[in-house]
């Protein structure tokens, strides 16, 4: 009797455990296929001997655990081994395409290829990957449009395309893409204006590409918890209108190196605005007044645009301002006392404007103020103090 039952336990035993193992090594075979086929569009020679793609040997099944020697990275399975739910690659200096065959993975979450050689274009059927929520490609070579089925990813909610170089428009019906909450697109070649963004999106950054064109409140329509919008280095023109630094959650603005020219400011009833950036444009008119009256502001710079009349004394008296830029203008007149006070604690520059008495002594007067003769010409005579 006592045989029996041993036996039986020892069949169970057996079984028990072999059925747990074939569990931990079920990868989906299309999932498998994917990943072969993700390799095979990698050129061999930029697979060193110690990156994660050098460890893809498909003798072993990619979810099998323990990974002792295969596959010991740059995936992650799903908690039963059946589907790859993560794809993130080492910045080894991988070089390739990427296969359009990426899309049967249709269960990852993240896909990551960050700083490395991949070229040629984006591949549309990347929209098929319906789970995903972070998509990162920044630091390759890709090439081409972003793809307009890219829009089609409505769990994504963090899409980085920077320092690659993509030309072209952007997909016109990015504001579908309802979960995203941060966009990077810099450092491309991307053309045109900017489309209706999604509403929920927190971080837009579009610096170094060649945008054109003004901003447009419709861009913008509804985006109430917008944080950090950085748009400089690009081509953009017009007027820079009201509704702009009213948007409810707004902190940083970085349109440094444009072409706008006007800048329209409103006193805010309330703001989290605390950065602000519009140097290097071709803005006209006075020192704009109302920035002043944004309580949690703490640097400004409007160097190296157009801008007269004097300096605002509010500038001087706002508790909250550290970093002040206001040169290379034609301000005219004294700079406000209280800039140059003991106590004080702005830094920046206002130098190479036309101010007067602006002490020599004082690092914010660096560098030196704009000949007379500059001066004269920009105010078609003499300037007024």
Not at 177 to 201: A, E, H, Q, V
Not at 243 to 257: I, S
């Amino acid at each position: 009797m006592m045989p029996n039952i041993l036996q039986s336990l020892l069949t169970f035993f057996v079984l028990f455990n072999t059925k747990n193992l074939i569990a931990l090594s079920l990868t989906s075979p299309q999932d498998i296929s994917a990943l072969k086929a993700f390799k095979a569009s990698i050129k061999p020679s930029s697979i060193q001997p110690w990156s994660c793609l050098a460890s893809w040997d498909f003798i072993a099944d990619p979810c099998a655990l323990p990974r002792r020697t295969h596959f010991i990275c740059g995936i992650t399975c799903s908690p039963d081994s059946t589907r790859v739910i993560q794809l993130t690659l080492d910045p080894a200096g991988y070089s390739g395409q990427l296969t359009p065959l990426i899309s049967h993975l249709t269960s990852l979450i993240i896909l990551d290829l960050a700083d490395n050689y991949f070229f040629g274009p984006v591949p549309s059927s990347i929209s098929s990957l319906i789970n995903l929520q972070t998509l990162t490609l920044r630091s390759n070579s890709f090439s081409g449009p972003v793809p307009n089925s890219i829009t089609n990813l409505k769990s994504l909610e963090s899409l980085d395309l920077s320092h690659n170089s993509l030309s072209g428009y952007l997909p016109k019906t990015m504001n579908s893409m309802s979960s995203l909450r941060r966009l990077d697109l810099s450092y491309n070649k991307l053309t045109g204006s900017l489309p209706k963004l999604p509403y929920n999106l927190l971080e837009l950054a579009l610096k170094a590409n060649s945008l054109s064109g003004p901003l447009s409140k419709s861009s913008f329509d509804s985006l109430t918890q917008i944080e950090v919008v950085e748009l400089s280095e690009n081509s953009l023109t017009g007027t820079l209108e009201s509704w702009f630094f009213l948007l409810p959650a707004l902190q940083q603005v970085d349109l440094a190196n444009n072409s706008l020219t006007r800048i329209e400011i409103s006193k805010p009833a309330n703001s989290d605005l605390v950065a602000v950036d519009l140097g290097f444009n071709k803005i006209v008119g006075n020192a704009p007044l109302h920035f002043a009256d944004y309580p949690l502001l703490s640097s400004l710079s409007l160097r190296y645009n157009r801008l007269r009349g004097t300096i605002p004394l509010e500038f001087s008296r706002k508790k909250s301002l550290r970093r002040l830029f206001l040169d290379g203008n034609f301000l005219i007149g004294k700079p406000p006392p209280a800039f140059f006070a003991e106590d004080t604690s702005v830094s920046g520059s206002i130098g190479d404007n036309c101010l007067q008495a602006c002490p020599v002594s004082s690092q914010l007067c660096m560098p030196s103020q704009k000949p007379s003769s500059i001066c004269k010409q920009a105010y078609g005579g003499k300037p007024r103090s």
